[in-house]
């Protein structure tokens, strides 16, 4: 069977995800501002489907990456340093999805996020470091950016909790809610960067 390299898809699915996320957390929060807290959580619900999907399709491939070893020479950063970050962004997307659906609170997942976040900037580093990518300062970016956004679920995901029980958010709520956006929005940039090119680039070089 012949290796196929799925980053360039992988990298799309950040892309996607990043702005599923920015967008849902965006009209719940108009929501919030122009409603109250009463309509909160169902607009919140809108998102459980998509972001479960994503999910899904990323803990499939993660997984896939994950067990393919040896990968040709020269790829093994695909299923270390890509591929374990990649695996947990998945598996906290569908944690989100489930806790929604499920209607329990958000807070604990926001704090697995932010763990997850603190490990993206690791790696991120250990790639620009080891000058393991092409484009290691893009890597890095990316992956800091992911870790940022990471960070700031956890008082994001926080101040939700608040809000479904009908209490008012802390004052720091509109500013986490920026910075959050921000380092989505960055993350996904550097992630069309870099795979982008990418899908021509494997289109051509085909194994």
């Given at each position: 069977?012949?290796?196929?390299?799925?980053?360039?898809?992988?990298?799309?699915?950040?892309?996607?995800?990043?702005?599923?996320?920015?967008?849902?957390?965006?009209?719940?929060?108009?929501?919030?501002?122009?409603?109250?807290?009463?309509?909160?959580?169902?607009?919140?619900?809108?998102?459980?489907?998509?972001?479960?999907?994503?999910?899904a399709v990323i803990v499939?491939?993660?997984?896939?990456?994950?067990?393919?070893?040896?990968?040709?020479?020269?790829?093994?950063?695909?299923?270390?340093?890509?591929?374990?970050?990649?695996?947990?962004?998945?598996?906290?997307?569908?944690?989100?999805?489930?806790?929604?659906?499920f209607r329990q609170k958000?807070?604990?997942?926001?704090?697995?996020?932010?763990?997850?976040?603190?490990?993206?900037?690791?790696?991120?580093?250990?790639?620009?470091?080891?000058?393991?990518?092409?484009?290691?300062?893009?890597?890095?970016?990316m992956y800091t950016a992911?870790?940022?956004?990471?960070?700031?679920?956890?008082?994001?995901?926080?101040?939700?909790?608040?809000?479904?029980?009908?209490?008012?958010?802390?004052?720091?709520?509109?500013?986490?809610?920026?910075?959050?956006?921000?380092?989505?929005?960055?993350?996904?940039?550097?992630?069309?960067?870099?795979?982008?090119?990418?899908?021509?680039?494997?289109?051509?070089?085909?194994?």
């Open positions: 069977m012949p290796f196929i390299d799925d980053l360039a898809l992988e990298l799309i699915t950040l892309v996607m995800t990043s702005g599923v996320v920015v967008y849902l957390t965006g009209i719940t929060y108009l929501e919030y501002r122009k409603n109250g807290p009463k309509n909160v959580e169902e607009t919140l619900r809108l998102g459980m489907f998509p972001l479960g999907f994503l999910g499939t491939l993660g997984l896939w990456q994950e067990m393919t070893w040896p990968f040709p020479a020269g790829s093994a950063l695909y299923n270390i340093a890509f591929g374990d970050a990649y695996l947990i962004f998945g598996v906290i997307l569908l944690a989100v999805a489930l806790t929604i659906a958000l807070q604990i997942v926001g704090f697995f996020a932010l763990m997850g976040g603190i490990m993206a900037i690791y790696y991120g580093t250990i790639i620009y470091t080891q000058n393991l990518t092409k484009s290691p300062l893009g890597s890095l970016a992911f870790g940022i956004a990471g960070l700031f679920t956890f008082p994001a995901t926080y101040a939700y909790d608040s809000m479904a029980e009908g209490k008012k958010p802390g004052n720091m709520f509109g500013l986490t809610l920026l910075i959050f956006w921000l380092f989505f929005i960055f993350a996904a940039v550097f992630a069309a960067i870099i795979g982008v090119p990418a899908v021509l680039e494997h289109i051509q070089s085909t194994p």
